[in-house]
């Protein structure tokens, strides 16, 4: 069976079709509900998804909600301590690689305001004390969205 794939938002997209076309509707119920119910346009499809889903490895648990729509519900089990731990030591990790990034952007910004020729040493140092602000307002950014989550993991038992 080919591989399907999230193109992005709005559509599905397969590896052998030239254009994106819509697979199914989804519905997420929002948090604290783990609970996704994806109902198929081609309603034959429906012991297929159930079946990818139940051998996915994600311990998930897929059914059918019978009737003439053939909806797929899966349900997500509650997270463990061990996987929320994990998910925070993820998030961490993620945290530190966009920190990297936005060092290395300030570093390359930085050495690209001492290859202009032609400036003021005050504009030159302007510039600096902008870019130093904005790699300031983005590192604090990071540390906020962190903290966000690592609250919401940790909550969610």
Known sequence: MPEICLS????????LSPSP??????????????????TPHD????KEIIAGIKTS???????EDGGTNKVVTVTFPKPTKDVR???????????????TKI???????????KKISGMGKDDI????????K???????????LLTAKEKELAASI
């Open 57 to 63: 490895g994600k311990e998930l648990t897929a059914g």
């Open 21 to 38: 076309f819509f697979l199914s509707s989804v519905f997420v119920s929002p948090p604290p509900t783990t609970i996704i119910q994806i």
């Open 103 to 113: 060092k290395r952007v300030h570093s390359d910004s930085r050495a690209q305001l």
């Open 125 to 132: 140092h302007k510039l600096d004390k902008e870019i130093a």
């Open 85 to 99: 731990d994990q998910l925070i030591e993820l998030a961490k990790e993620k945290a530190e690689a966009t920190r």
């Open 134 to 144: 904005a790699t300031e307002d983005a590192n604090k950014q990071v540390k906020d």
């Open 43 to 46: 309603p034959s499809l429906t």
């Open 8 to 15: 992005g938002t709005e559509s599905l997209s397969h590896p």
